[in-house]
């Protein structure tokens, strides 16, 4: 009826409602939602993936599903797997659009467990928290639902995905929804093709309830760039041509074993049976303003050994003062142990220099000079990439965007203006490759 009514047919409804019936509204998510954001009709589908831009309303569409699944008979067990745990409880449980807000809308009570990642509903029915960064915790459990928040970010989203499939097997119906923003991934690829798969896709602005200006000030931002056709219109996109850098590339040079910065003076934490880096230092691309509409100044710690290289930490940062991101610089140093920073001189890195060094932290900063264009620079570094020389040890969404973006014989076709990202890289791991360390050299006069 409301939605049949004129507008000023609804505008007489609100105003004589009572409080009780405008909440009763309020929780009707069906009345407000997006059609994309409404589960598929039809019973041959076994994945509804959601690919939609940042703001679309995934995380409310994901917790509607899963509590009126959960909230029916015959009681159900659910899978709630996130980025992380963390991410799984603050985002999917506890957020504003999460479980234990629908269930506030629709005036149901759910038994939250924080310390054993458990929800129990009333009629029996239970959630358990699992994470996209440890896919051994999905390996054994049985559900009849699941729901994977941010497929994308996942560290370990191949095996996670595969050992929570082979779970997915309660009941006659199991069934499972992925909420992401779309990223370029083999294994999404592989979903959305996928034959029991119905794909729903939305953009930022779909979403009526945030602010136009909101949408505008992106629009005009980031409109008619990849990074904008991915994170606002949820396109999943395929490499650039000409890409350095191409997904299958930096998938296949990703080290899925996580290595974690040591403590200052303490030993690397590595996989059993491997060695400590030979030599880590940190690469700085210094941004060429200051303030929030400056370029990013890039800082990547990157590590050697056997003849390796590897990329470790993207502690990239944006909009601080030029002391700002120096101090971000030395805290990244103190976190791997490390006394090296390479940075370029063209664009500030004397001030990088100078800073430091006016701090005393007893770093040991070498200036570079760009000769050759970024590109061209980076075309040795990719190739170490592609012969099996060079890895990602994790996951490192904006860097690895920049470097899609860059394309062989010039030019960049990436977020933002400029890659800073990984221009400090490839800084870092052209001084790593340039002797083997612990081997005397001989330099010619």
Known sequence: MLKAATEEQQRKIFETATVEQMLKLDADFEMWAHENQLPPGGEGWRVWLMMAGRGFGKTRAGAEWIF???NGKPKVRVALVGASIADTRTIMVEGVSGLLSIARRYRRRLHWEPSLGRIKWPNG????????????????????FAWADELAKWRQAEAAWDNLQFGLRRGQRARALVTTT???MPLLERIRDGEWTVTTTGRTSDNINLDERFIDVMRATYGGTRIGAQELDGVLLQDVEGALWTREMIERARVHALILPPLRG?????PQGERGFDRILVGVDPPAGAGENSDACGIVVCGSRENKL???????????SPEGWSSRVAAAAARWDTAQVVAEANNGGSMVQSVLNAADLGLFVRLV?????????AEPIALKFETGKAFFAGEFPELEAELGGMIAGGGYDGPGRSPDRADAMVWAMTVLGETRSGVPRVRRL
Do not use: N, T
């Open 182 to 184: 779309p990223r370029p």
């Open 125 to 144: 029915s239970e959630a358990q928290l699992f994470s996209g960064d440890h896919a051994d915790g999905l390996r054994g459990p049985e559900h009849d």
């Open 369 to 377: 000079h760009a000769s050759r264009g970024k590109s061209a620079r």
């Open 266 to 270: 303490g030993p690397l934490p590595l």
């Open 310 to 320: 590897y990329v470790l930490e993207d502690a990239s940062v944006r909009g601080l």
């Open 68 to 70: 009126r699944l959960a």
